[in-house]
């Protein structure tokens, strides 16, 4: 399933950015992460999975989608989370971690990982920017 990634940022829609992120292990994370932080996440349908971030720096806000968060396809807004879910789907749990691509199938149990990446000026994209000035970040809670 592919739904399209949509963010607002000071109010204009931005669609997903084909320039794929850098993946880098975490051990060798960058010093300079830009602080993010998740709020207001909640459910719609049991399969799609929906929250805002904010950068801490700038108070930039931006609204991503997950759809079909069970399948465990690569996700809209890739937004370097995993998500634990309880039995009834509520999320029990959510870890940042450096993340990557994500294939195959699963289930509720499976954690899932979503990532995406920031520009230096910290503007929050729904993808990446192509340009020197990408780089990853971690979202904390």
Known sequence: MHTTSFLTFFGLAVGTFAAPAPQIPADQAPDNILPMEVYNLW??????????????????????????????????????????????????????????????SGTVETPLEIWTCVNATAQFEAGCLAGPLDVPFKIVS
């Open 43 to 104: 459910w719609t349908t049991k399969n799609a999975i929906h929250f805002f971030v904010m950068d801490r720096n700038t108070n930039t806000t931006a609204t991503c989608e997950a759809a079909d968060v069970q399948a465990q396809q690569r996700y809209d807004c890739d937004t370097n989370a995993r998500f634990f879910f309880n039995d009834d789907n509520s999320v029990l749990d959510i870890e940042w971690t450096w993340g990557k691509d994500i294939t195959g």
